[in-house]
């Protein structure tokens, strides 16, 4: 065999090996979504699962977005909470001012954009200062944004009328607007009437396209940028590669996506308020990344189903829930990242891997 | 005209002249040799070439033009790329994947084109594939493309450091002791390989080396820092033998 080749043969080796990685977690979605459609079809599920359906394709994403932060990039974020929550504002404003005036899907789909594109703005503001600066100041501040935006948030108002958008941030009475006008955003008590538009089945398609977004971009120049940037800085910054650009690039692709979970969050409940957008969410978040792998999606998706289903699933035992739901951290952490567990990982990966392999390697 | 051209170069770190009215000139295609003691500003004094430090003074010129008080980045586009004492390599990611971050402003697509995985993405990564792939060869890495770069042994990192300077397609090379903590056989390995760079790729190399034979044997002009310094600079044979170099530094 020569040398030309040879080269080939590891190159093909090392992309098979990275599609695989990538079909693994798409065929995972896949079949997790068939089960529960057959379980729905049939009858064989619980109103309480049911009900858990969308709020956990909310949690699979927001850990995947922060993966893309923590696992990816390297910077630590402790304000996604505070993502969401614009994706959900902002999509249920936008939801409530157009209304019947539009079809739902098409407006489904325009409000996923509007959460995005904000939480995506929100994370470039907040990206631009923070993340010229050498150090741990994301952490810090995420956790400051997230907390402002909340209590921003629970004193707006806002209102439409025929003259347009009316703001306040001390009461309704404020608002100044015609009898007939409308209150959309009404303070504390958040945005009401949003329109029910978050199945299971759209909240399966937002998981995909958040892992399109995720597996690809780490996959390709730009994130390999962003990995040299996490690695070595000086490093990176020697070989030419703008290293706040690539920040910037990875902090404000994950907003952008935690805005989507907003999104699916704020169209599952008749009322939308800041309550579930606290930093307790936001490290929520993290600990389904930190105990999945960090940098491994899907480690952070199982660790998100979970860990958000379980204390549902718990309720029954009343007092005892948060003590078994302590102790299944414990052994999922220990599960995770025993050095035994890794290896044995490792070593099946390998198996699968060689087998798969050694038609093509065949002739070597 | 010169490559590069340096003229009364001088940085302070609070009281300490770490490297002081330090001139420099090297033509296109020369093998230089930056040498002297520990603590001599040999280090110094890539990180002022490279933009990692300001100078206090002093002006770089690379190929006619004033690169001084750049960044790090603006400088590595310019056309300088370096290695690092302490080994800099991007340890979770495999050895490939090292090089072709190297060839990140020669080989562009967007973000955009990635994530849609555009014809041109496909297009790009090939190339990229292929080339990096070439310059492993050089470096015989090529078996350890995937490698994780972590996990490659010490004198492997240091080729591989080379290997991802290199794909930035730079007009001077600058090597911060490349042959430390090899043994003879790597080191004379070594040697062949930088001389091979140099034909192969039409570089110029400036070095840091400790090891008086890789200097003698490949390097054709010296530079001997001492207390940040220069206590003599010239072609290498005759450096070697000026009685104040073999003093301060070759005789201890
Ligand atoms: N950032 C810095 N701040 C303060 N002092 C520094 C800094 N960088 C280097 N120095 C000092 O400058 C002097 C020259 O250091 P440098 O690393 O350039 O030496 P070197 O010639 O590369 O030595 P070696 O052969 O040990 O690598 C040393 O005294 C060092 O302590
Ligand atoms: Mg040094």
Redesign the interface.
Known sequence: MNEKQNNHEIIRRMRRKSLRNSLLNYGIVIVVFAIMQTMIATGHISSLLKGLLVPLCVYVIAALSLNLVVGISGELSLGHAGFMCIGAYTSAFFSNVVGDSMPDLPRFILAILVGAVFAGIFGILIGIPVLRLKGDYLAIVTLAFGEIIKNLLNVLYVGVDSHGLHFSTTSAMDLNMEPTGRQIVKGALGISGTPKNSTFTIGVVLIIITLIVVQNLVNSRSGRAIMSTRDNRIAAESIGIPVTKYKLLAFSVSASLAGVAGVLYAHNLATLNTKKFDYNTSILILVFVVLGGIGNMTGSMIAAVILTALPEMLRFLNNYRMLIYAIVLIVIMLFNWAPASLDFRSRMRERLWKKHGSDAEGGR | MAMLDVTKLSISFGGLHAVDDFNLNIEKGELYGLIGPNGAGKTTVFNLL?G?YKPTEGIIRLDGKDITGK???EI??AGI??T?QNI???????V??NV???F??H?????L?????LPR?RE??NT???RS?DIL?VFDL??E??LMAGNLPYGKQRKLEIA??L??EPKLLLLDEPAAGMNPNETAELMETIRFVRDEFDMTILLIEHDMKLVAGICEKLTVLNFGRTLAQGVTSEVLSDPAVIAAYLGE
């Open positions: 490279t990692v960044s790090t980045i590595n586009r790329a370096r690092f800099r390599l991007f340890k979770d990611m495999p490939l994947d072709k971050a190297g990140h402003n080989y562009k697509y967007s973000a084109t990635g994530i849609l995985r993405y790009i990564e990229m594939d292929e792939m060869k090529d078996k493309a995937d991802r300077a794909a930035t």
